[in-house]
């Protein structure tokens, strides 16, 4: 099993940035991505950004050009670095971690979720 713990969200005011953190633990061996994702009230979870291991990188449209995500090898964490920050960016945020193995990915867990509220 693969264990993950989330950090970094809370209140932003629009324009400015935030940075997520995701530290993965347990069968790593198992996982080649990790992700976020987020959910706002009423809506459905999206993809926010995921991250292979071998470095390739995938980003909503709604979030490219002004969003970053990036792997600490060494200590199996995921950083979600997000710049100009609009309020529709408000929602809870979740890591995700899985699979991908010829090209179909399996998720094999959720992190708890964190809160990011982007307002004046």
């Known amino acids: 099993q693969v264990q993950l713990v989330e950090s970094g969200g809370g209140l932003v005011q629009p324009g400015g940035s935030l940075r997520l953190s995701c530290a993965a633990s347990g069968s790593i061996s198992s996982i080649n991505a990790m992700g976020w994702y987020r959910q706002a009230p009423g809506k459905q979870r999206e993809l926010v950004a995921r991250?292979?291991?071998?470095?390739?990188?995938t980003y909503a449209d709604s979030v490219k050009g002004r969003t970053t995500i990036s792997r600490d090898v060494g200590k199996s964490t995921v950083t979600l670095q997000m710049n100009s920050l609009k309020p529709e960016d408000t929602a809870v945020y979740y890591c995700?971690?899985?699979?991908?193995?010829?090209?179909?990915?399996?998720?094999?867990?959720w992190g708890q979720g964190t809160q990011v509220t982007v307002s004046s």
């Open positions: 995700d971690a899985g699979r991908f193995s010829m090209g179909i990915y399996s998720r094999m867990s």
């Open positions: 991250i292979t291991f071998g470095g390739s990188t």
